[in-house]
């Protein structure tokens, strides 16, 4: 099977320019292709993970990813997806999400000598003359086929600032400015991004007479069309800090039966033959599923050793097996005791399992909270300090619990 095929049979492939050459490109690795991540946080989140297994998996293949951060593209905000406009960053917030990004992209990808570039657009974007720019390229680009990109519709409803207008004009500058200095051929984005990419395209064709290429990938969705990365309206962020290898860990492990396979698919590197004798299973082998997922991932971003960390952590809480030890904890500090004691509602908001003792009533109310496995219905029930000497597993709904200590 070519590297090609295998993207097809993982249901990577949205939309390509010329399938048979860009088949031809990544196949004999001839492609230098580049995926753009702008600096919009300080840390990649679970929704970037198409993309950087993309690369890794074409720069197994032979061919030569360039990372392009998007320092300068951030200035200006992407209006893809996005009912609003983005917040305005500053430079110095921008230069510090764009190292963040860095040091985690070299988990997936190797930089060293020839294998990989990594660039920032704002060396070449933030120096550009303004009416050296319109007049270089104002011309190549209609208004009336810009108005109907998909990537602006959604923000037409509400209104489409000038700022975010220029978005598609400096996303096609990049690829033809790195067409010209990297021999960069392709581009590869989300299916969000294909007017942007298709811009790139044309502007090559127009201003050099050379033919490039752009693919976009699938959007990874649940079941109900709704992008996966998030969970409980936040983003599950590739930063430990942000997101805990466990936490992590426990997002893929609670996918939707009906997403497993398809996450395993296109998200991890076992190979396509053993994938498709999954696809007939069942009931309990969809949750030897969710484990295998859950783990590839977690190990593929936060290393061997935290994944059997998490995977052990999982097994003690739910099956009864494995260490406590890896659960996440929470200590207490004597200033959340009045005097020797602690009332669940208080315990769950130390514990940062519920933002409010409002949100803990409810969740106790609700037969939402467990101690040790035992339900807690009486929102007045104590504990001393003494009932935390040996394990103490506070647990909120099916996903939120940790280990409470002193």
């Avoid at 720069?59 to 990372?67: E, L, V």
């Avoid at 009906?258 to 590197?269: E, G, H, Q, S, Y």
């Amino acid at each position: 099977m070519t590297i090609y095929d295998e993207l097809v049979a993982r249901g990577l492939i949205a939309q390509v320019t010329d399938e048979d050459e860009i088949k031809k490109l990544i196949n004999e690795g001839k492609a230098t292709f580049y995926i753009g991540f702008d600096c919009t946080a300080d840390s990649l989140t679970a929704g970037h993970f198409m993309a950087l297994t993309l690369m890794k998996r074409l720069q197994m293949a032979g061919n030569k990813p360039i990372a392009l951060i998007g320092g300068g593209t951030t200035m200006i905000g992407d209006p893809s997806g996005r009912t609003d406009m983005r917040k305005m960053l500053t430079r110095e917030d921008i230069n510090h999400n764009a190292e963040c990004f860095k040091r985690q992209m070299e988990r997936f990808i190797d930089f060293s000598e020839g294998k990989a570039l990594m660039v920032n657009n704002a060396d070449w974007l933030l120096d550009l003359n303004y009416v050296d720019l319109l007049r270089e390229v104002g011309a190549c680009f209609s208004v009336n086929n810009m108005l109907r990109a998909e990537c602006y519709k959604q923000r037409m409803e509400k209104g489409l600032s000038f700022l975010e207008f220029n978005y598609m004009i400096m996303q096609s500058y990049d690829f033809y400015y790195m067409f010209q200095h990297y021999d960069c051929n392709l581009e590869f984005g989300g299916d969000d991004q294909w007017s942007n990419m298709l811009g790139g395209t044309e502007l090559i064709r127009r201003k050099l007479g050379k033919d490039a290429h752009a693919m976009t990938i699938t959007l990874l969705t649940d079941s109900q069309g709704k992008k996966m990365g998030k969970t409980a309206g936040n983003a599950v962020w590739l930063d430990a800090n942000k997101t805990t290898p466990y936490e992590f860990y426990q997002y893929w492990r609670n996918v939707d039966d009906a997403d497993v396979l398809k996450c395993i698919r296109m998200l991890t590197f076992i190979p396509i033959e053993e994938i498709q004798k999954m696809d007939s299973w069942e009931g309990a082998q969809l949750n030897e599923a969710k484990d295998i997922l859950a783990y590839e991932l977690t190990q593929m971003v936060h290393g061997k050793e935290e994944a059997d960390k998490a995977r052990e952590a999982s097994k003690a809480l739910f099956s009864g097996e494995g260490s406590l030890e890896n659960m996440p904890k929470v200590k207490l500090s004597d200033d959340k005791f009045n005097g020797e004691e602690i009332d669940i509602l208080g315990l769950l908001v130390a514990a940062e399992l519920a933002t409010s003792r409002n949100e803990a009533r409810r969740a106790v109310q609700q037969g939402g909270v467990s101690v040790n496995g035992d339900r807690i219905t009486d929102e007045k029930v104590t504990f001393k300090k003494s009932d935390f000497s040996e394990d103490f597993v506070l647990k909120k709904g099916k996903k939120k619990f940790c280990k409470v200590e002193l």
